[in-house]
C-alpha cells in the first residue's frame, strides 16, 4: 500500500498538467474563434456597406457561421494527420493556424477603406479559423481521455469542456475591459481591433506550454505496436459498422447538443443585445456573470455522467431546453421591454445635432437623441441619424434608428438568471459529451470518427444557429410589418421568438434517435 500511493499522487498530478496544458491551448483558439460573435454588432459596421444595419447584421452572423461550416473539413484533414502522426503535434498545428488568423482580422482595413476587400479577407480568415477548430478539439479531447482512467473519463474530459464557455467568457472580459478604457467612439473607430491583436501573446504563451507535452500513452503504444491506421478515413467512414456509430453520434447526440450550446450562449447573447436592445457594456456584463456562474457544473455532470452514465445526463438537457425555451426568452423580452414599464415625464429629454456628412460633399447628418426614464430606473436612449443630400431634389435616406436600453439592478439580474438556466442546459449535454464520443471509436481512428460528428453537430447544425435563428425572427417581424400596413390581422404574435423553433425542432429530432438507439454505456474498450 505504501509503494502504490507515490505512484497515484504522480499519476495524478501528471494529468493535471496534461489537461492543464491541453485546455490552456484549447481555451485560447475558442477565445480566438469567439470574440468575432461577440463583436458581431460592431463588425457589421466595419466590414459590410452600410444603409441596411439588419442586412449587414445577418452578413456577419453568416461570415461567423462560414468558421463553423468548414469546421467538419478541418475535422477529416487534421483527425487523419492526428491519427497518422499523433494527438501532440496535430493540435500544435492548429493553435498556430487560428492565432495567426485571428490577429490578421484584427488588421484588415474597413470597408470604407477596401470595399468589398473587406468583407472578402474577414471570410478567407474566418474559414481557416474554422478549419483550425475543426482540428483543435478531437486532439484536445482525445489527447485527454487517453490519459485518464477509463472509469474517470468523464470527469476529466469535463475540463476539456469548460474552455469552450471559458473562453466566451474571457472574449467578453477583454472586449468589456477594452469598452471600459476608451471613449465609445474610440472603440467603435478602432478598439475593437485590440482583442484580436492581443490574441497572439496568448498563442505564443500556449505554444511554449504544449511544445513539452508528450505524446499520449494509448496512441504511442498503438504506434509502437504497429497497430495505427494507415488510412484512417477509410477505415472510420468506409467500414459500414463504425459509420453506424458515427452518423449516430452525429443524430443522437452532438447535433441536438450542438444547437443547445449555441442557443444558450451566442443566441442570447444576440438576443439580448439586437432584440432587447440592452446596453453593449451591460449585456457583456451580465453573459459574464452568468457563464462564470454556469462554468462549473460542466465539471458536475461529466463527473455525474461517470456515475450514472452519459446518455441520460445529455438526453435530458435537450427535453428539458426544448420545454422552456420559448417561455424564457418570452420572459426576456418581457424584462426589458419599455412598454410594461412606467415613464417618469420630467425625465424626458431630445436634442437634436446637424453635421456635415464626411462621405458626401455638401451633404449633412441630422442626429436626434431621445431619452426617457421609467420609475423603476431603467433608462431608454433612442438615436436617429437621418443623412441628408445637398441635392433638394434628393430623396432623404432611410433613418438609422438605434435604441438602447439601460437596466436597473434588479432586471440586470432577472436576465443574468434567465441566461444561467440555459447555461445549465448547456453543462447537460456538453459536459458528457467528450467522453461519450471517445468511448464510441477504437484508438486508432478515434480522432478521424469522433472529430468529423462533433464537429457536424456543432459546426453546421449549431453554428448556423444564430443566422438562421435570426434571419426566422426578422422574416417575422417583417411580415407583421407588412401585414399591419396592410390592415391585415398580424400573423405573429411574438415574432421574436421565431427563431426558436430551430434549435427546439433540431433538439427534438436528436432526442428522439438518442432515446432510443444510442446505448448508455461505452461501444469500445480500450
Given at each position: 500500500?505504501?509503494t502504490?500511493?507515490?505512484?497515484?499522487?504522480?499519476?495524478?498530478?501528471?494529468?493535471?498538467?496534461?489537461?492543464?496544458a491541453s485546455?490552456?491551448?484549447?481555451?485560447?483558439?475558442?477565445?480566438?474563434?469567439?470574440?468575432?460573435?461577440?463583436?458581431?454588432?460592431?463588425?457589421?459596421?466595419?466590414?459590410?456597406?452600410?444603409?441596411?444595419?439588419?442586412?449587414?447584421?445577418?452578413?456577419?452572423?453568416a461570415?461567423?457561421?462560414?468558421?463553423?461550416?468548414?469546421?467538419?473539413?478541418?475535422?477529416?484533414?487534421?483527425?487523419?494527420?492526428?491519427?497518422?502522426?499523433?494527438?501532440?503535434?496535430?493540435?500544435m498545428?492548429?493553435?498556430?493556424?487560428?492565432?495567426?488568423?485571428?490577429?490578421?482580422?484584427?488588421?484588415?482595413p474597413?470597408?470604407?477603406?477596401?470595399?468589398?476587400?473587406?468583407?472578402?479577407?474577414?471570410?478567407?480568415?474566418?474559414?481557416?479559423?474554422?478549419?483550425?477548430?475543426?482540428?483543435?478539439?478531437?486532439?484536445?479531447?482525445?489527447?485527454?481521455?487517453?490519459?485518464?482512467?477509463?472509469?474517470?473519463?468523464?470527469?476529466?474530459?469535463?475540463?476539456?469542456?469548460?474552455?469552450?464557455?471559458?473562453?466566451?467568457?474571457?472574449?467578453?472580459?477583454?472586449?468589456?475591459?477594452?469598452?471600459?478604457?476608451?471613449?465609445?467612439?474610440?472603440?467603435?473607430?478602432?478598439?475593437?481591433?485590440?482583442?484580436?491583436?492581443?490574441?497572439?501573446?496568448?498563442?505564443?504563451?500556449?505554444?511554449?506550454?504544449?511544445?513539452?507535452?508528450?505524446e499520449?500513452?494509448?496512441?504511442?503504444?498503438?504506434?509502437?505496436?504497429?497497430?495505427?491506421s494507415?488510412?484512417?478515413?477509410?477505415?472510420?467512414?468506409?467500414?459500414?459498422?463504425?459509420?453506424?456509430?458515427?452518423?449516430?453520434?452525429?443524430?443522437?447526440?452532438?447535433?441536438?447538443?450542438?444547437?443547445?450550446?449555441?442557443?444558450?450562449?451566442?443566441?442570447?447573447m444576440?438576443?439580448?443585445?439586437?432584440?432587447?436592445?440592452?446596453?453593449?457594456?451591460?449585456?457583456?456584463?451580465?453573459?459574464t456573470?452568468?457563464?462564470?456562474?454556469?462554468?462549473?457544473?460542466?465539471?458536475?455532470?461529466?463527473?455525474?455522467?461517470?456515475?450514472?452514465g452519459?446518455?441520460?445526463?445529455?438526453?435530458?438537457?435537450?427535453?428539458?431546453?426544448?420545454?422552456?425555451?420559448?417561455?424564457?426568452?418570452?420572459?426576456?423580452?418581457?424584462?426589458?421591454?419599455?412598454?410594461?414599464?412606467?415613464?417618469?415625464?420630467?425625465?424626458?429629454?431630445?436634442?437634436?445635432?446637424?453635421?456635415?456628412?464626411?462621405?458626401?460633399?455638401?451633404?449633412?447628418?441630422?442626429?436626434?437623441?431621445?431619452?426617457?426614464?421609467?420609475?423603476?430606473?431603467?433608462?431608454?436612449t433612442?438615436?436617429?441619424?437621418?443623412?441628408?443630400?445637398?441635392?433638394?431634389?434628393?430623396a432623404?435616406?432611410?433613418?438609422?434608428?438605434?435604441?438602447?436600453?439601460?437596466?436597473?439592478?434588479g432586471?440586470?439580474?432577472?436576465?443574468?438568471?434567465?441566461?444561467?438556466?440555459?447555461?445549465?442546459?448547456?453543462?447537460?449535454?456538453?459536459?458528457?459529451?467528450?467522453?461519450?464520443?471517445?468511448?464510441?471509436?477504437?484508438?486508432?481512428?478515434?480522432?478521424?470518427?469522433m472529430s468529423?460528428?462533433?464537429?457536424?453537430?456543432?459546426?453546421?447544425?449549431?453554428?448556423?444557429?444564430?443566422?438562421?435563428?435570426?434571419?426566422?425572427?426578422?422574416?417575422a417581424?417583417?411580415?407583421?410589418?407588412?401585414?399591419?400596413?396592410?390592415?391585415?390581422?398580424?400573423?405573429?404574435?411574438?415574432?421574436?421568438?421565431?427563431?426558436?423553433w430551430?434549435?427546439?425542432i433540431v433538439?427534438?429530432?436528436?432526442?428522439?434517435?438518442?432515446?432510443?438507439?444510442?446505448?448508455?454505456?461505452?461501444?469500445?474498450?480500450?
Amino acid at each position: 500500500m505504501l509503494t502504490e500511493a507515490p505512484k497515484t499522487t504522480s499519476s495524478t498530478r501528471s494529468l493535471i498538467s496534461v489537461i492543464g496544458a491541453s485546455s490552456v491551448g484549447t481555451l485560447i483558439e475558442w477565445y480566438d474563434f469567439y470574440i468575432f460573435g461577440s463583436l458581431a454588432t460592431v463588425l457589421a459596421t466595419k466590414f459590410f456597406p452600410e444603409g441596411n444595419p439588419t442586412a449587414a447584421f445577418l452578413s456577419t452572423l453568416a461570415t461567423f457561421a462560414a468558421g463553423f461550416i468548414v469546421r467538419p473539413f478541418g475535422a477529416l484533414f487534421f483527425g487523419r494527420l492526428g491519427d497518422l502522426i499523433g494527438r501532440k503535434y496535430t493540435f500544435m498545428v492548429t493553435l498556430m493556424l487560428m492565432g495567426g488568423a485571428t490577429f490578421f482580422i484584427g488588421l484588415i482595413p474597413s470597408y470604407e477603406t477596401i470595399g468589398y476587400l473587406a468583407p472578402t479577407l474577414v471570410l478567407v480568415l474566418r474559414l481557416l479559423q474554422g478549419l483550425a477548430l475543426g482540428g483543435e478539439y478531437g486532439g484536445a479531447a482525445t489527447y485527454v481521455a487517453e490519459y485518464s482512467p477509463v472509469g474517470q473519463r468523464g470527469y476529466w474530459t469535463s475540463w476539456i469542456q469548460t474552455t469552450a464557455t471559458i473562453g466566451l467568457f474571457v472574449s467578453l472580459l477583454v472586449i468589456l475591459l477594452t469598452r471600459k478604457s476608451m471613449s465609445k467612439d474610440d472603440f467603435d473607430e478602432w478598439g475593437w481591433r485590440v482583442p484580436f491583436l492581443v490574441s497572439i501573446l496568448m498563442v505564443f504563451i500556449s505554444y511554449i506550454i504544449r511544445k513539452n507535452m508528450h505524446e499520449s500513452p494509448l496512441f504511442a503504444k498503438a504506434k509502437a505496436e504497429g497497430k495505427t491506421s494507415t488510412n484512417p478515413l477509410k477505415e472510420s467512414f468506409g467500414n459500414k459498422y463504425n459509420f453506424k456509430f458515427v452518423l449516430l453520434a452525429l443524430f443522437g447526440a452532438t447535433m441536438g447538443q450542438g444547437v443547445v450550446w449555441y442557443t444558450g450562449q451566442f443566441y442570447a447573447m444576440n438576443f439580448v443585445k439586437t432584440v432587447c436592445n440592452v446596453d453593449p457594456i451591460q449585456s457583456d456584463e451580465l453573459m459574464t456573470v452568468a457563464l462564470l456562474m454556469g462554468t462549473p457544473f460542466f465539471v458536475v455532470f461529466g463527473w455525474l455522467s461517470d456515475k450514472i452514465g452519459r446518455k441520460g445526463i445529455m438526453l435530458s438537457g435537450m427535453l428539458v431546453a426544448i420545454l422552456s425555451y420559448r417561455t424564457i426568452y418570452e420572459s426576456m423580452y418581457q424584462t426589458t421591454n419599455v412598454k410594461n414599464k412606467q415613464e417618469i415625464t420630467k425625465g424626458f429629454s431630445a436634442d437634436s445635432t446637424v453635421t456635415p456628412d464626411p462621405k458626401v460633399a455638401g451633404g449633412t447628418i441630422l442626429t436626434r437623441t431621445i431619452k426617457r426614464t421609467y420609475t423603476d430606473g431603467t433608462l431608454l436612449t433612442e438615436v436617429t441619424k437621418l443623412k441628408r443630400s445637398a441635392d433638394p431634389t434628393t430623396a432623404p435616406a432611410r433613418p438609422d434608428i438605434k435604441k438602447t436600453v439601460k437596466l436597473n439592478d434588479g432586471d440586470r439580474w432577472s436576465l443574468i438568471w434567465l441566461v444561467f438556466i440555459q447555461v445549465i442546459f448547456v453543462t447537460l449535454v456538453y459536459g458528457p459529451i467528450a467522453a461519450f464520443l471517445v468511448e464510441m471509436f477504437p484508438v486508432k481512428i478515434r480522432y478521424t470518427s469522433m472529430s468529423l460528428p462533433y464537429h457536424i453537430g456543432n459546426g453546421v447544425f449549431g453554428g448556423l444557429l444564430p443566422a438562421v435563428a435570426t434571419y426566422l425572427a426578422t422574416g417575422a417581424n417583417e411580415a407583421n410589418m407588412a401585414a399591419d400596413k396592410a390592415g391585415k390581422a398580424l400573423p405573429y404574435a411574438a415574432p421574436y421568438l421565431e427563431g426558436l423553433w430551430y434549435p427546439i425542432i433540431v433538439a427534438g429530432v436528436s432526442l428522439l434517435i438518442g432515446l432510443f438507439y444510442i446505448r448508455n454505456r461505452a461501444q469500445v474498450v480500450d
